[in-house]
C-alpha cells in the first residue's frame, strides 16, 4: 500500500485511540480499561500488568508517543504539576528546566496565580524560577473562566491527534531511541497562498440569479457590463486585469468571495442576503465605514516588535456619526506569531470596551483567519482555543455583538496606534490599562482619522 514504515503507522494508529482515552471520558474502552487498568491515574501514568490483555499492551505501546507530543492548555492550573508535567508551550521539553530547590514534587500550576488579580505572581515566580523559565511561564495568557484544564497536541494547530503528524512523531522518536539520525523533524507547514490560487469560481455562478442581482447594484459600471464569456477563470480575470481599474477589480475578488460564501451557508441554514447587503458588505470590507443606528464599532490592531521583543495593541471604538467615543494604547510581552498577538489584541479591546460601558458592538479586525476562528462553532483545541472561549464568553454578556473580518487598509486608525506603542516609554503604556481616551481624538491616529472621515463623506 505504499507505507515507508508500517510500524510507525500502526503505533500512530493505536496512539489515535490512547488519544481518546485521554479527551473522551465517555469512551466505552476508556471506561473499562479506567476500572481495571489505572483506576487512580490518567492513561499517560498507566503501566502494564503481569495478566493484562493484550490490548492493553498494544495501548501502552503507543503511550511514549502520546507523552511525547501532548501538552497541558492551561487554564486554572489545578490539574499539572509544576515540575514533572508538560505545560509551557515553544518552550524546550515544554518542561521547567531549572527546577527550584526545595519545592514539593506535587506542586500545581495554580499555586503560582494571583486569583484576586488573575495575573500571575511575579514576586513568587521570579524569586524561585530560573529567568529563562519565568518568561516562558509569563508568556502564557490567563482566563477569568473557571474551566478544567486540557491536554492538547502539539504538532497540529488545531490541538487534535492527528494520525498523521503521530506517525512523524513516532519515526522520529523510533530514531531518538536507536541513536539513529536527527533528533528533529520539521513539520510541513500549510502553504495558504498556493491554495488560495487553486481556487476555482463556480460556473454555476454566471448563471445564477442572486448573483445577477449583486452586479446589478455594484457601485462599478464597469463590472455590470463585463461580458461572460470567456472560457475559464484564468481569461475572465486577464480580461478583467485589461478592462478594469485596481478599485474595480478589488471590488470583483470581494463580491466574488460573497457571493460564493453566501451560496455555500445557504444550504447549511443560513438566510439569504439581499443583494444591497452584499454590497454594502463588500464596500466595508475594502473602506472603513461607521456602524448603523445605536450600535458601536469597535476596531483593533496588533503591532509586533521582534527587535524590542515586545507587542502592542490598539483600539478605537466608533458611533455612527464616526466620531471617537473610546480609544485605547497598550504594549505586552513578546508573541510567538501574528495570530497570538491578534486574538490576544481582541481580547484586551472586548475587555476594555466592557469596562468602558458599551453593550452594542460590531467588532473589526483585520486577520480573517482569526476573525474567522472566533464565530465558528467548532471548538477550537489548540493552544489559543481558551482565549478564543474568553472572547465568546465576554461576546454572551452584551446586547448585541458582531464580529466581522476587513483590510488592512480599512483599519487604518487601530493599525497607527499600535505601531506608534513603539515610540512611547515603556513606563507610560506597560500598566494594565495602557494610554486611554474617552470621547477625544488620540493624536498618534490623527491623520489615519482624517482619511477615514474622508472615505466616510465620499
Not at 519565568?134 to 492527528?162: F, M, T
Not at 503528524?165 to 502553504?191: A, C, I, Q, W
Not at 510567538?336 to 473589526?364: N, P, T
Request: hydrophobic share 40%; with cysteine.
Amino acid at each position: 500500500m505504499g507505507f515507508r514504515d508500517i510500524r510507525s503507522f500502526n503505533l500512530a494508529m493505536l496512539a489515535k485511540q490512547g488519544w481518546r482515552m485521554l479527551t473522551d471520558q465517555g469512551f466505552l474502552l476508556y471506561r473499562c480499561f479506567k476500572a481495571k487498568y489505572f483506576p487512580h491515574c490518567t492513561f499517560l501514568e498507566a503501566v502494564d500488568h503481569p495478566h493484562s490483555s493484550y490490548v492493553w499492551k498494544s495501548l501502552l505501546a503507543a503511550q511514549p508517543i502520546l507523552k511525547k507530543g501532548c501538552c497541558w492548555r492551561m487554564v486554572m492550573g489545578s490539574s499539572i504539576r509544576v515540575l514533572s508535567d508538560k505545560w509551557l508551550p515553544c518552550h524546550p521539553t515544554n518542561k521547567i528546566l531549572v527546577p527550584p530547590n526545595e519545592v514539593e514534587e506535587d506542586w500545581h500550576v495554580s499555586e503560582l496565580i494571583n486569583w484576586t488579580t488573575f495575573q500571575w505572581n511575579h514576586d513568587l515566580i521570579d524569586s524561585i524560577f530560573h529567568r529563562f523559565d519565568a518568561e516562558a511561564i509569563y508568556r502564557i495568557p490567563l482566563s477569568r473562566r473557571c474551566v478544567p484544564d486540557v491536554l492538547v497536541w502539539l504538532h497540529n494547530k488545531n490541538g487534535q491527534y492527528l494520525v498523521k503528524s503521530g506517525f512523524h512523531t513516532t519515526r522520529l522518536l523510533l530514531k531518538e531511541t536507536n541513536r539513529v539520525g536527527e533528533g528533529s523533524v520539521l513539520m510541513s507547514s500549510s502553504k495558504v497562498w498556493a491554495k488560495i490560487w487553486k481556487l476555482q469560481i463556480p460556473n454555476k455562478i454566471k448563471e445564477c440569479g442572486v448573483a445577477q442581482d449583486v452586479w446589478a447594484g455594484c457601485s462599478h459600471r464597469s463590472l455590470q457590463k463585463s461580458t461572460t464569456d470567456q472560457g475559464n477563470v484564468m481569461q475572465l480575470f486577464e480580461h478583467l486585469i485589461q478592462q478594469l481599474s485596481v478599485d474595480a477589480i478589488e471590488i470583483f475578488l470581494v463580491q466574488s468571495w460573497l457571493i460564493w460564501n453566501q451560496r455555500n451557508m445557504v444550504p447549511h441554514g443560513a438566510k439569504l442576503q439581499e443583494p444591497g447587503r452584499l454590497n454594502e458588505r463588500a464596500n466595508s470590507l475594502l473602506s472603513w465605514q461607521p456602524p448603523e443606528g445605536t450600535l458601536y464599532k469597535l476596531n483593533f490592531e496588533a503591532a509586533v516588535f521582534t527587535d524590542m521583543a515586545a507587542s502592542s495593541v490598539g483600539v478605537i471604538i466608533w458611533n455612527y456619526n464616526g466620531q471617537v467615543m473610546a480609544a485605547l494604547l497598550s504594549k505586552g510581552p513578546t508573541v510567538l506569531d501574528s495570530e497570538e498577538a491578534e486574538i490576544l489584541a481582541c481580547l484586551q479591546a472586548m475587555e476594555f470596551a466592557i469596562d468602558a460601558g458599551f453593550s452594542e458592538l460590531v467588532v473589526e479586525g483585520d486577520n480573517i483567519n482569526v476573525m474567522c476562528s472566533i464565530f465558528s462553532d467548532r471548538t477550537d483545541w489548540s493552544q489559543l482555543g481558551n482565549i478564543y472561549d474568553d472572547i465568546c464568553w465576554l461576546a454572551g454578556r452584551l446586547r448585541h455583538m458582531e464580529f466581522q473580518s476587513i483590510r488592512r487598509s480599512a483599519n487604518g486608525v487601530a493599525d497607527s496606534l499600535a505601531r506608534y506603542a513603539k515610540h512611547i516609554s515603556e513606563d507610560i503604556i506597560t500598566t494594565k490599562n495602557g494610554c486611554i481616551w474617552l470621547e477625544d481624538s488620540p493624536p498618534p491616529a490623527l491623520e489615519a482619522l482624517y482619511l477615514d472621515s474622508i472615505s466616510i463623506a465620499n
